[in-house]
């Protein structure tokens, strides 16, 4: 049962009642939401760090939620936790100047090919751009999906831009309600409509089995009759050619 918000904070002890409350309440998302993210980590970032995070981002929620503004308390804690162990995430920045040229250079290739060909550009297209061969391609996938996480709720940040009016990419394909955010939903849709295009079959199926059905990408390589390794080199594609439209379009 959820606790009556009170409408006047002067009453002190009701209003640190329910706060008290709530965050006991809503407590369970954070450890939710951490485990989510974990899965699509590596081994390297401690699953403690996560829920330390959302929890900042569930008191936060808590002592700055406004009946007037927002449908429910459980919604607006979720994108405020799912905001700050993003920014969490970021703050390690585990990225070298190296790792970070590298995305640049195939987010460029993909979109020299798309660009000159008005198609998908495939694997091998993308290696003669960058000069390099398949395996070497495909080992710079697997060194960027491994030194962190990569999402698409990263490249795409609403009008306000700032951290918790983020829009999550999974709500724009799935629809779900995000009474924190500013942007007009049909306008993200019809973005990353036109963007998804732009991918192969094969990882337009990635795409929504993952952000969609919100299988693993162990359980998508199953599905798909391909090894785990290879499913993370095609998410990571994914998102190193949808990052350069993304950020295109939103900046």
Same mark, same amino acid.
């Given at each position: 049962?959820?606790?009556?918000?009170?409408?006047?904070?002067? +009453?002190? +002890?009701?209003?640190?009642?329910?706060?008290?409350?709530?965050?006991?309440?809503?407590?369970?998302?954070?450890?939710? *939401? =951490?485990?989510?993210?974990?899965?699509?980590?590596? &081994?390297?970032?401690?699953?403690?760090?996560?829920? &330390? =995070?959302?929890?900042?981002?569930?008191? @936060?929620?808590?002592?700055?939620? @406004?009946?007037?503004?927002?449908?429910?308390?459980?919604?607006?804690?979720?994108?405020? *936790?799912?905001?700050?162990?993003? @920014?969490? #995430?970021?703050?390690? %920045?585990?990225?070298?100047?190296?790792?970070?040229?590298?995305?640049?250079? *195939?987010?460029?290739? =993909?979109?020299?090919?798309? %660009?000159?060909?008005?198609?998908? /550009?495939?694997?091998?297209?993308?290696?003669?751009?960058?000069?390099?061969?398949?395996?070497?391609?495909? %080992?710079?996938?697997?060194?960027?999906?491994?030194?962190?996480? #990569? &999402? #698409? +709720?990263?490249?795409?940040?609403?009008?306000? !831009?700032?951290?918790?009016?983020?829009?999550?990419?999974?709500?724009? *394909?799935?629809? %779900? @309600? !995000?009474? /924190?955010?500013?942007?007009?939903?049909?306008?993200?849709?019809?973005?990353?409509?036109?963007?998804?295009?732009?991918?192969?079959?094969?990882?337009?199926?990635?795409?929504?089995?993952?952000?969609?059905?919100?299988?693993?990408?162990?359980?998508?390589?199953?599905?798909?009759?391909?090894?785990? &390794?290879?499913?993370?080199?095609?998410?990571? /594609?994914?998102?190193?050619?949808?990052?350069?439209?993304?950020?295109?379009?939103?900046?």
């Amino acid at each position: 049962m959820t606790h009556q918000h009170p409408e006047n904070k002067t +009453d002190e +002890d009701s209003w640190e009642s329910w706060r008290e409350k709530s965050i006991i309440e809503y407590s369970y998302l954070v450890k939710h *939401i =951490a485990a989510r993210f974990a899965m699509r980590l590596p &081994s390297s970032v401690f699953f403690g760090e996560l829920v &330390s =995070a959302g929890s900042l981002g569930l008191i @936060d929620a808590v002592d700055k939620f @406004d009946t007037s503004k927002h449908v429910s308390l459980k919604t607006y804690a979720q994108y405020r *936790i799912k905001g700050a162990i993003l @920014d969490e #995430l970021r703050s390690m %920045d585990p990225y070298s100047r190296s790792m970070r040229k590298k995305i640049q250079d *195939i987010a460029k290739a =993909a979109k020299t090919i798309e %660009d000159l060909k008005g198609s998908p /550009a495939s694997d091998e297209e993308i290696c003669e751009e960058l000069g390099v061969s398949l395996d070497a391609y495909y %080992d710079m996938l697997t060194n960027i999906h491994g030194a962190s996480v #990569l &999402s #698409l +709720d990263e490249f795409i940040k609403t009008k306000k !831009n700032d951290t918790y009016s983020r829009t999550s990419f999974q709500s724009g *394909i799935k629809g %779900d @309600d !995000n009474p /924190a955010d500013c942007f007009d939903r049909e306008e993200l849709k019809f973005v990353l409509a036109q963007t998804i295009k732009m991918l192969t079959p094969k990882e337009q199926m990635v795409v929504s089995l993952y952000y969609y059905d919100e299988l693993t990408l162990k359980e998508i390589g199953e599905v798909l009759n391909l090894t785990e &390794s290879r499913i993370c080199q095609i998410h990571t /594609a994914i998102l190193v050619k949808l990052k350069v439209r993304l950020q295109d379009y939103f900046n």
